[in-house]
């Protein structure tokens, strides 16, 4: 019999052969294979029945056209995708990403995130993700809205409440969601409120969910210096990014008594020592679309520096909550030189696999995406509860089922972190606890 760890290397380079050029892709699954062989070893059946081959290969990918026309008249082409990835725990679920660098090997590698983070948090859902490489900045209302009704008018007939619920992801938020479930709702004739989430609350969306990743992702660094025996009380703080992860990561900082000192967008960074003003970047960001930069006309307090690393600005926690591999050995030395503590990934694996290997060598608490910001989905797993049963929820009630989630997710790492030999461990605890959960479900399907 082939050892274990000859047969992970062996599936890592099928992968890499087999899916050319997707380099993110690549990275995502050998972060996950590099922490299964003592689970390979204790689970043979995984082996026999070939489950890591298996959960390598997404179930389904769909890419498409979306033609649309802008203000001046002139016809454009993006390309879209849906990569239906693994629907062993329940319907596909997970975002849409609209952005200039999205393709086939950024969609599949959020999709194999997310089929691992879906898992942890312990509810009913499978994995899956899409998106378009359309670039929302600079375009106006009118023309988003007949981007999202073509894009919707290819991609309606793979969705459905029981099949495949999308949501929001980096350049898709509430009002994206809006003209989204618009044109399903005319395509499909049917007022199917559990096919999206992310919806506004006026008409079938929880409350909390625009705030749950960032408030998530809280509450799970909240548990890391816990069981630290330390608290966010009186932290600095750094949150990179601007976008609805970032500002609602600062907003909840905020409130648990941690102070945040600098957040950034493409365009730079912003410093500002006496603390974020939330409601001013809120004003710019969500209301007026604005960038970063003009922060400093309103604040004399802060500096701007266009192209800076928000990673040199000392802090003990440090919340990346921008995107993929924003944050390398370079940067996770400098943070560990200024004595940070703790780490949790706001965006999806904005940490290169070097630095999160800084992290571990220096002994910061590490909290990996797929575990931090799995509140954003959770919530919308609690969405699609309240759509199945025609209810809404308070903020109050649902924003203590959000913690009680995190607070799960967190245990749940630190007991099979503890359990395969790696206590505090938090990415072996999160790729194996959510590994598991999907391998035991294939397994009871059979070969399907
Ligand atoms: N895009 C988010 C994520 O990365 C949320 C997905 C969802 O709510 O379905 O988890």
Redesign the pocket.
């Known amino acids: 019999m082939v050892n274990v760890r000859e047969r992970l290397a062996h599936v890592q380079q099928q992968v890499i052969d087999r899916n050319p050029g997707e380099s993110e892709f690549h990275q995502a699954v050998a972060e996950v294979l590099g922490c299964l062989g003592p689970v390979l070893e204790r689970y043979p059946q995984y082996s026999e029945y070939k489950i890591i081959e298996r959960i390598c290969e997404p179930e389904r990918q769909v890419i498409f056209r979306v033609p649309w026309e802008d203000d001046r008249g002139e016809i454009q082409i993006n390309r879209g995708f849906r990569v239906q990835y693994n629907s062993a725990l329940g319907p596909y ?3 849409l ?1 609209f952005h200039p660098s999205v393709y086939l090997g950024i969609v599949k590698f ?1 999709g194999f ?2 089929v691992f ?1 879906n898992a942890l948090t312990g509810m009913p ?1 499978g994995g899956g ?1 899409g998106g378009a490489d359309f670039d929302p900045k600079g375009k106006s209302d009118a023309e988003v809205m007949r981007f999202c009704q073509s894009f919707m008018t290819e991609l309606y007939r793979y969705l459905g409440e029981y099949i495949d ?5 980096i350049g898709v938020g509430g009002r994206e969601i809006g003209f989204l479930f618009g044109q399903y709702k005319r395509l499909s004739g049917k007022y199917e409120s559990g096919v999206l ?2 919806k506004n609350p006026a008409w079938g969306g929880a409350l909390v ?1 625009r705030e749950s ?1 960032g408030y998530g992702a809280v509450f799970f660094v909240d548990e890391m210096l816990r069981a630290r025996d330390q608290s966010l009380e009186g932290k600095t703080c750094v949150v990179s990014g601007a976008g609805n992860v970032a500002i609602y990561t600062i907003e909840k900082t905020h409130q648990l008594g941690g102070k945040v000192v600098a957040c950034s967008d493409s365009g730079g960074v912003v410093y500002d020592p006496e603390g974020i003003d939330l409601e001013l970047v809120k004003r710019l960001k969500e209301v007026e679309r604005r960038r970063i930069k003009d922060y400093v006309d309103y604040r004399r307090t802060a500096v701007f520096r266009e192209e800076g690393n928000i990673w040199d600005i000392p802090c003990q926690v440090a919340i990346p909550a921008a995107t993929q591999n924003e944050l390398d050995a370079a940067d996770a030395r400098r943070l560990v030189a200024h004595g940070c503590l703790a780490v949790g990934e706001g965006a ?1 694996m904005p940490t290169t696999p070097a630095g999160i290997r800084v992290f571990e060598e220096a002994g910061v608490a590490f909290g990996p ?1 797929k575990a931090t ?2 509140g ?2 959770a ?2 797993a609690l969405e699609m509860q309240q759509n199945a049963c025609r209810d809404s929820w308070t903020f109050q009630y649902t924003e203590t089922r959000l913690r009680e989630i995190m607070t799960g997710v967190h245990q749940r790492c630190w007991d099979t972190a503890a359990e395969f030999g790696h206590p505090g461990n938090y990415v072996v605890g999160a790729n194996i606890a959510g590994f598991v959960r999907v391998a035991e479900a294939m397994l009871a399907f059979g070969l399907v």
Not at 165 to 169: C, M
Request: glycine share 22%; proline share 4%.
């Open positions: 679920k997970g975002g990403r959020l995130e997310q983070k859902i993700k619920v999308p949501a929001g992801d989430t992310g969910r990743t999806n995406g910001n799995a954003g989905v919530t919308s």
